[in-house]
């Protein structure tokens, strides 16, 4: 079993930065792929970026290209989300997860689907105000 806890959520206004902390517990975090999924409020849960083990491969969504930025340091067990140039429609509850088996490399777009995620923390809110 792996715990996961999300922390660094709040509120930001538009253009502003936050940077998101997942810190795992349990089984060796380096042995899991790790991303971050979002859901907005009265929408699905929609993915935002993924890490490998190692942290050498990353993969974002569009719409958050150069503007997020997804780091581990697995001697700390934590997964980080560096968000930057914040918009409005960033607004979202901010989800942490893990997987190991079932996920598949880093360069499928089939690292989206939540499925291949077998952990996930509580969420943490991120709110941009205009």
């Known amino acids: 079993q792996v715990q996961l806890v999300e922390s660094g959520g709040g509120l930001v206004q538009a253009g502003g930065s936050l940077r998101l902390s997942c810190a795992a517990s349990?089984?060796?975090?380096?042995?899991?792929?790790a991303g971050w999924f979002r859901q907005a409020p009265g929408k699905e849960r929609e993915f935002v970026t993924a890490?490998?083990?190692?942290?050498?491969?990353?993969y974002y969504t569009d719409s958050v290209k150069g503007r997020f930025t997804i780091s581990r340091d697995n001697a700390k067990n934590t997964v980080y989300l560096q968000m930057n140039s914040l918009k409005p429609e960033d607004t979202a509850v901010y989800y942490c997860?893990?997987?190991?088996?079932?996920?598949?490399?880093?360069?499928?777009?089939?690292?989206?689907?939540?499925?291949?995620?077998?952990?996930w923390g509580q969420g943490t809110q991120v709110t941009v105000s205009s």
């Open positions: 890490i490998s083990r190692s942290g050498g491969s990353t």
């Open positions: 997860a893990a997987g190991n088996t079932r996920l598949p490399p880093l360069s499928s777009p089939r690292i989206k689907q939540e499925g291949g995620y077998d952990y």
């Open positions: 349990g089984r060796t975090f380096s042995l899991y792929a």
